[in-house]
T-cell receptor
């Protein structure tokens, strides 16, 4: 049973465009939703995170939108750059102290 | 220079041999985690430890063992009982389960 589902599986965006990655979760006990960015051969790095008491959080070109009633959250990358090409994981956790990850999505930003 | 170190970066073993992957952190984090990453599978939790001398099984603990004798160290042993050990192994640490910081990973190949 996959508790965190990402879509699409892969994404190709032109430089300067907006990249949108979606996640859906099932467990209503989750109360923290981070996004991780991973470059090939490296460990994932925490990019941005949100809690369900806010609907949106922005850090630079990265924005998380959160819809509690739909149990969905998404990552928007504005003005996408080739350097943003990486694998992006959404995750969720709650009181059980374990992070549950989505399967990841590969973003390619074309120059 | 603070952070999480994993060694070696690449590891090759023959089938039937046990192998131990190293993970060290100097961030003074209480919690440490081991994940396995396979293509298209996301990150799956193997074991985690929230305090010295205590650890819990994650979602895919079979064929693996860990120890937590020191706060800074959380080695993972891949035993010969692990049926499909070839993978990218990631260690993480954090002060709370909500924020986890990953090491650079060890790529294990078993032939």
């Amino acid at each position: 049973q996959q508790q965190v589902k990402q879509s699409p599986q892969s994404l190709i965006v032109q430089k300067g465009g907006i990249s949108i990655i979606n996640c859906a979760y099932e467990n209503t006990a989750f109360d923290y939703f981070p996004w991780y960015q991973q470059f090939p051969g490296k460990g994932p790095a925490l990019l941005i995170a949100i809690r369900p008491d806010v609907s949106e959080k922005k850090e630079g070109r990265f924005t998380i939108s959160f819809n509690k009633s739909a149990k969905q959250f998404s990552l928007h990358i504005m003005d996408s750059q080739p350097g943003d090409s990486a694998t992006y994981f959404c995750a969720a956790t709650g009181a059980n102290s374990k992070l549950t990850f989505g399967k990841g999505i590969t973003l390619s930003v074309r120059p | 220079d603070g952070g999480i170190t994993q060694s070696p970066k690449y590891l090759f073993r023959k089938e039937g041999q046990n192998v131990t992957l190293s993970c060290e952190q100097n961030l003074n984090h209480d919690a440490m985690y081991w994940y396995r990453q396979d293509p298209g599978q996301g990150l799956r939790l193997i074991y985690y430890s929230q305090i010295v001398n205590d650890f819990q099984k994650g979602d895919i603990a079979e064929g693996y063992s860990v120890s937590r004798e020191k706060k800074e160290s959380f080695p993972l042993t891949v035993t010969s009982a692990q049926k499909n050990p070839t993978a990218f192994y990631l260690c993480a640490s954090g002060t709370t389960p909500y924020e986890q910081y990953f090491g650079p990973g060890t790529r294990l190949t078993v032939t």
